[in-house]
């Protein structure tokens, strides 16, 4: 049986991405694009260290009762997002209380779900986050298609979304966040 997410449990949310401005609209960078409009909402502020951006927010549960989240960034290039890990680690902060926010190749452009365990499916960078932790955490899978030759994929993920697609990014991040619920 999978269990039910429930942002309470929550402790850390990891935005995947590849760091600088020359990355930031492309496909594979859409963790950042939906961990920025959560800190945006919650007026986090970034704090930095070598491999990460981060920042806490505070959320309340249905009692009012204030629930803290960490914010984070790899700033690793996505093939080491894993490195992170460590940082949480030494918090005390369990796979199961994780949600990766992350690009899905399998999934048609728009389709956003969240899922608890399962393969990394050939994405580098939870790849790395499973060869830290495991498979056992949380996941907001982010639609984007996938090109017609399997050979086009690096070059497709590191791409910037076509203009149909950026154009609906602000009404996706925004499911995104509600899917969330916070």
């Given at each position: 049986?999978?269990?039910?997410?429930?942002?309470?449990?929550?402790?850390?949310?990891?935005?995947?991405?590849?760091?600088?401005?020359?990355?930031?609209?492309?496909?594979h960078?859409?963790?950042?694009?939906v961990?920025?409009?959560?800190a945006?909402?919650y007026?986090?502020?970034?704090?930095s260290?070598?491999?990460?951006?981060?920042?806490?927010?505070?959320?309340?549960?249905?009692?009012?009762?204030?629930?803290?989240?960490?914010?984070?960034?790899?700033?690793?290039?996505?093939?080491?997002?894993?490195?992170?890990?460590?940082?949480?680690?030494?918090?005390?902060?369990?796979?199961?209380?994780?949600?990766?926010?992350?690009?899905?190749?399998?999934?048609?452009?728009?389709?956003?779900?969240?899922?608890?365990?399962?393969?990394?499916?050939?994405?580098?960078?939870?790849?790395?986050?499973?060869?830290?932790?495991?498979?056992?955490?949380?996941?907001?899978?982010?639609?984007?298609?996938?090109p017609?030759?399997?050979?086009?994929?690096?070059?497709?993920?590191?791409?910037n979304?076509?203009?149909?697609?950026?154009?609906?990014?602000?009404?996706?991040?925004?499911q995104?966040?509600?899917?969330?619920?916070?």
């Amino acid at each position: 049986m999978n269990p039910v997410f429930d942002v309470y449990t929550i402790k850390a949310i990891i935005g995947l991405g590849n760091p600088g401005g020359a990355y930031a609209r492309n496909r594979h960078s859409i963790g950042f694009g939906v961990i920025n409009a959560l800190a945006e909402k919650y007026n986090a502020t970034w704090q930095s260290s070598e491999l990460m951006e981060y920042a806490t927010i505070a959320v309340h549960d249905t009692t009012g009762a204030p629930h803290s989240i960490l914010l984070i960034k790899p700033q690793t290039f996505m093939n080491n997002s894993g490195r992170v890990l460590s940082f949480m680690q030494k918090k005390g902060i369990k796979p199961e209380q994780i949600l990766v926010i992350h690009d899905e190749l399998e999934k048609p452009f728009g389709k956003i779900v969240i899922k608890f365990g399962g393969s990394h499916k050939g994405h580098n960078g939870l790849k790395s986050i499973m060869s830290m932790i495991g498979a056992d955490f949380w996941h907001l899978a982010f639609g984007i298609g996938r090109p017609a030759d399997k050979n086009d994929v690096p070059s497709y993920v590191l791409s910037n979304f076509a203009p149909d697609e950026a154009s609906r990014i602000p009404e996706l991040i925004d499911q995104s966040l509600a899917l969330v619920k916070i």
